[in-house]
Structure formats: C-alpha cells, structure tokens
C-alpha cells in the first residue's frame, strides 16, 4: 500500500500532506524535531452536531463536492454538467522536496496534476494543473491554489496602492468570513499587489507567527482569506478569469500560476528573509554580474527632449559623478515628441538621431558607462504608421469603441504578425546596437481585452512572457527592467525574466521612504529600482535635501533621475557622494539579511542589512515626520551575533543640527556620536543604542563593524 502522508521539509519549515485517497495539507509551519506518519491521528476531527454526518477536509485542490462550504479551488463545467468534480489521488511522485500528486475523478472526466516544492529557504512552491479528458469543452471559470493556515492566525496584511504610491500596507481582521483582493486592471497593478500575510493578531517584524503568500502573475488576480464557520481558515490565490476565458478542449490542460508560500514564527523580518533568499538561490540571476551599477536615466531630465549633443553633456556629467550606467528613456523612436503619437514604432527618429544610435553609444561606453534603452513593446497609439497600417492589431473586442489609456491602446499579443512584428524591431534594436540593458514599460491597463471575439487578458499576458522570453532567448546578455508607470508590474514570474523593477514614477524621498519598505516585505533590495530625483520632486514638488535623497536611495538599486547638467555644484557634489557610498556598501547591502525594525514612534523608520558572516552591518534611520516624542527611542539592532563586540560608526549623518543653528530639536547628540564606542551584540540587541533627535524628513546611517 502506497504511504499516504509526505512530508517535505527545509531547515526551517515542514509540510505534512496527507496524499490518500484525498490530498489534504494537515501542517504547514516550522520545521519538526521529530516527526512519523502515525502522529497525523491526533488530527483526526469529530463530527459536529447539526452538519454532515461524515468529516468534509479542505483538501488540496478544495472541491465543494466534500461539504466545504467555503470559496472552492475549482469551478466550471462542461454545459452545465460535469460541474461539481471531487479528485481522487492516483500516484504520489517524489523527488527530493518536490511532490507531484496526481487525482482524478473519473465521473467529470478531469484530471488534476497538483506540484508542491519545498525550497532550501523554505519557500514552499505549489501550483496546479487541470486536463480535461472527455469529449466537449469544459469551461474553466477557477482554478486556485488553496493552503490552510492554523485558527490563530487571526490578523491580514495586504497591500493597496495607485500610480506614484505603491506597497501601502493596511490591516484587517480575520474572525469570520472572507477577505478578498480582486484584480481586474491586466496587469500586476499598484492597486492590488498579489500578496496576503496572516498572522497572529498584533503581528509584527520579529513577533509572531505569520503565513505570507505571493502568487507569481503578471495578470488579473483573485486572493482570498477565508475562515468557515468551523474556525478552520485558509488562503487561496488565482489567476482570475473573464467570463469565457478560459476553456479546456478534450486533451488540454491549463495551469494556475506558481504560488508562493513563506511562515515565520518570528514575525515578518523571518518571512522576508525566507522570500529573499528563495529568490537570491533560485531565481535572481544577472546575467552582467551581480554588482548593480549605478544607473542615471534620463526621464526627468529631459523628458522627451532629445538631442544627442545635449544627452553626451548629460553622459559627460554623469560619468564624473560616479554613473555607470546611462539609459536614455522614452522619446529616442520615430515621431515620438511627446505622449500623443508614435508607439508602435520601433524605428530610431533620424531627425533626432542623424548619425543613429552607435556613436552616442560608443561614447557613453568610451566614458566607461553601459548602455540602456527604454520600450514599451506591448502598446500602440492611434496616431502611429503601425495603427494605420494595421487598425485591427488592438486588443479589443469587435462592436465596441476601446478607450484609450495615456493616448495608447494594447496591441494584440496574440496576432503572430503583431508579435513577429515586435520580435523583428526589438531584434534589430538588440541586434544592432550595444545596449545592455532596457527598460520595458508598460502605461495602461486592459479593459475589454479581446482576441477574435474572446476575453483575452490571460493570453495577453502569457504572450508577454513569451515575447520576453523570446528576447532574452536571442540576447541573453541583457538584462531587463519591469515597468508599468512605476510599479505597476511587479511579481516573482516576471522577475523569472527581468533583473529590476522600477518601484515608483514617484521619486519623493518620503514616499519612496514607505513604497521601499511595502515592496522589501517580498523582494531584496538588488532588484529594486530607487533612483536621486531633483531637489524639488517632480511628482510631488515636495523639496528635499540631497542627503535625504541619497540615503533613501541607497537601499535599493540606485540610480539619478536628472539631468546632471543644469545640477548646481552643491547637487553636484551631494550625487557624487551618494553614488559613491552606494558603491562602497552595495556588495553589503544586496548580500547580506535585511531587517526592518518596529520603532515605537511611527515618525521613525528603520531598517538595515547584517553580512551573513554577522561581521559588518549597516542601518539607516529616517525620521518620516516631526518626531511624536521628545526623544527617539534607542534603536534595538536585530541579526548581529550575541557574542560579538561591534564598533558603531556614524557614516552619514546629513543635516544633524542642535539648537543654536536655527531652534532645531536636539540640544546634545548622543554621547556614542561624539566618542567612538565598542559594544556587544547582545547589548544593542536587547537594550540598544540611543539615537539623535532628527529633523522631519532627514536621515543617518549608522554601521556597526565587528572588532
Ligand atoms: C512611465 C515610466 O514609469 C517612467 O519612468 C517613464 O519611463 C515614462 N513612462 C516614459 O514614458
């Protein structure tokens, strides 16, 4: 008889799943001492008074058809039969810590292929696969992967967002019900990053135990937290579906994205260091070396304005600051003047461009700086030569007038002469020039995707990854940025093809203070674009110093979005320094643990990176408003070794004023600022260390060096 309960394990985390006859996940949480098959007995649940007369699991796949009463992880049917299937499990395949299930149920004519890795970071992988296999289409209208989680995770944390504030954290209560984050805008979106995190009520980054999920989709979404009126509560995430999307012919299969799962018995820091490093081993490779270079993009600084003259002063100044990478951004195509006209046409604008590309190229790499491009592939404007030769390559559906998005339309994916179009120019692009990187934007969403009359937002997105995929096949050299207005496409399945994200359009130091620290619950901070502005944010036309700039932008992948010409010699001098401490900490900083600390006045921010050897760690504290308090309150270090002794060394400290200079808030700094200290681990963990009063919008950072 074939064991009926796997067991897939990590260090830190294990999965116990029953497998026969029905596949049920009886524990996902940190890893057993000891465990054996027998032990699943004390699981076995009594039957309640007033119910079913049998026990109804939520199972693997979470038919209704055992009594779940709750949100299912499959719906269809075949013309209203064959809708209520119930799986059967058939072979159990085990390879190492991956387990392939496969369940049939023989009435629908279905079979389910359900795939759950568990990773050496202990991420836990799981997706599912559903083949129909009778005569007649079986419209697929759900397919979620769903994972219990323990009755005391009583606690949501999700993410809201729009252009310019992504990775808003909010909170609810998980006591009855459903909580429910629907996307319906084609893309990953600001408004809806596809993450739920339960935990126990008050949860917080090193407290508590907490379940987080992440489903790996550029598309439309559904994630659901549910908890029956039994007590038992589980999470479940999927692609969503328009109506008729989705139809399996006899023979055919259809899969639910990867969903990714990480708990965490010490609070959200433990969950996103699991994420980090699962991403770090298995999926974040770059293809020009891991050190990121410091970038300068040209958006803000000219936007559309382009001059070849003019962009080599801007790569001349950039070189001096410290840049080592130029990427010039939209404007560079053919009639592309402003946002009205030309997407779509992927040909270099020869009026801009005379000599072509090659020769501002070869001078950029002359200057010791790669190359980068911006595109956006996936659009075209109606005032294009691509739209009037080819008015019927939008994605729309037939009948209806499709309204615009920035002056744009999609184009179709799924018409192969539009796609082959698009491989063709970006080929020649590729092909022909030394660009070693691009920026691929993406600025609307889908409304009425349609392909020959069908809802098509699925396929439209699938075929984005095969374009991309298509292009990194051709040109593997070049590494990719994912941007859809600022964050708007962010997930673990496009990072399986691209090497950074643009985290915002919003460059606010402020801002980017709390859209960094929502985007670092999943991702490090290697792939996050975070760039200097100008003085005077351009989408907030808040001011802020350099210095604030600066160290906000050094958490991430830096870059300066200006124009370096124009900048006075003091911004000159402050892009200069900060590019150069980013070069002196990246290694650090994209290596080592991130941790973000809870302080107890909200105004204070803080969060850092510990070198896994514990020999060097780095912390930056920003002071987001006036401080609530009037003093901070010390900063407790997380992740250095106990045992250890640690020179604390103020590395930056931007802006610190004492009264006497202006009617500032501190009299006195901290005596460790004026005489050089040596303390344990322990001692900063537990007690801490005592910290300036900072003005509003400033920041320091602090290093602390084991002796
Ligand atoms: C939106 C992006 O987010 C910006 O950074 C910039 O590339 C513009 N598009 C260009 O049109």
């Known amino acids: 008889m074939e064991t009926t309960c796997q067991r897939l394990s990590s260090a830190s985390a294990d999965l116990i799943i029953k497998t026969h006859p029905h596949a049920e996940i009886l524990y996902w949480g940190p890893r057993l001492q000891h465990f054996s098959p027998e032990y699943i007995a004390s699981l076995a649940r009594p039957v309640a008074n007033g119910r079913l007369d049998v026990d109804s699991p939520v199972t693997l796949m979470a038919e209704l058809s055992h009594g779940l009463f709750g949100s299912p992880g499959i719906e269809g049917h075949r013309q209203g039969l064959d809708g209520s299937p119930r799986f059967t499990t058939t072979s159990a395949i085990r390879d190492g810590e991956s387990l392939t299930l496969i369940a049939e149920d023989s009435v629908a004519g279905l079979t389910l292929e359900s795939q759950l890795v568990m990773s050496a970071a202990g991420v836990l992988k799981v997706r599912h696969g559903l083949r129909n296999l009778k005569p007649g289409a079986w419209q697929l209208d759900r397919l979620a992967v769903t994972l219990p989680i323990a009755e005391r995770a009583g606690e ?53 135990d907490v379940w987080g999920v992440h489903l790996g ?19 479940q995430a999927e692609a969503l579906w328009l109506p008729g999307e989705k139809t399996l012919e006899q023979g055919e299969m259809a899969w639910t994205p990867w969903l990714y799962a990480s708990h965490s018995p010490r609070g959200l820091n433990g969950m996103s260091q699991q994420f980090h490093r699962f991403l770090r081993d298995e999926v974040i490779r770059f293809p020009q070396g891991a050190r990121r270079p410091v970038h300068l993009n040209t958006w803000e600084g000219i936007y559309f304005r382009h001059d070849p003259d003019y962009i080599l002063q801007m790569a001349e100044a950039a070189a001096q600051l410290g840049v080592e990478r130029f990427i010039i951004d939209d404007g560079w195509f053919k009639g592309r003047n402003n946002d009205l006209a030309a997407l779509g046409d992927w040909y270099l604008d020869e009026q801009k461009y005379p000599q072509g590309l090659t020769p ?103 075929q984005f990854y095969r374009l991309l995929d298509t292009l990194r096949a051709r040109f593997p050299a070049v590494e990719f940025e994912s941007c859809a207005s600022g964050g708007g496409r962010i997930d673990y399945e496009v990072l399986q093809r691209c090497h950074r994200f643009w985290a915002s359009d919003n460059n606010d130091a402020l801002e980017r203070t709390t859209i960094q620290r929502g985007m670092s619950y999943f991702f490090p901070p290697e792939v996050m674009g975070a760039h200097i502005g100008h003085r005077r944010c351009h989408a907030t036309f808040r001011q802020h110093s350099i210095a604030f700039r600066g160290l906000t932008a050094l958490f991430g992948h830096m870059g300066l979005e200006l124009d370096p010409v124009t900048a006075g010699a003091e911004e000159q001098a402050g892009y200069r320094h ?130």
Not at 158 to 184: C, K, M
Not at 217 to 235: C, F, I, M
Not at 640 to 669: A, E
Request: avoid cysteine; charge should be neutral; hydrophobic fraction near 40%.
């Open 360 to 462: 501002l190229i070869a001078r950029v790499n002359a200057l010791g700086m790669g190359f980068g491009i911006w595109v956006e592939p996936e659009m075209i404007n109606p005032d294009s030569d691509l739209f009037r030769a080819h008015p019927d390559w939008v994605l729309a559906l037939p009948g209806y007038a499709q309204a615009t998005g920035r002056h744009q339309y999609v184009l179709n994916l799924n018409i192969p002469a539009a796609f082959d179009y698009l491989v063709a120019r970006l080929s020649w692009l590729l092909g022909d020039h030394a660009i070693e990187y691009v920026k691929w934007d993406m600025n609307r969403e889908l409304v009425q995707p349609g392909h020959a009359g069908r809802a098509a937002a699925d396929a439209q997105t699938r």
């Open 578 to 707: 900060y590019s150069a401490l980013y070069r002196q900490w990246r290694d650090l900083i994209h290596g080592g643990t991130q941790w973000r600390v809870d302080m107890p006045d909200r105004t204070t921010v803080a969060q850092g990176v510990v070198s896994d050897d514990q020999q060097q760690a780095l912390f930056l504290v920003s002071q987001i408003a006036m401080p609530d308090y009037t003093l901070m309150a010390p900063l407790r270090v997380p992740g250095l070794d106990p045992l250890g002794r640690y020179r604390i060394t103020l590395i930056d400290h931007p802006n610190i004023q004492l009264t006497g200079h202006g009617g500032h808030t501190m009299r006195k700094l901290p005596a460790w600022m004026e005489q050089p200290q040596v303390i344990s681990g322990e001692w900063l963990q537990a007690a801490g260390l005592s910290l300036p009063i900072l003005d509003p919008e400033s920041a320091i950072l602090i290093a602390l060096t084991r002796e």
């Open 156 to 208: 949501i944390m999700a993410f809201h967002g729009r252009w310019t504030r992504e990775f808003q954290p909010h909170r609810v209560s998980l006591a009855h019900d459903s909580y429910v984050i629907e996307n319906r805008r084609g893309r990953t979106s600001h408004e809806h990053f596809p993450a739920l995190i339960a935990g126990t009520p008050g949860f917080n980054e090193n407290q508590g």
């Open 217 to 235: 989709w550029s598309g439309n979404h559904r994630l659901r937290a549910e908890v029956k009126t039994d007590g038992r509560r589980y999470l």
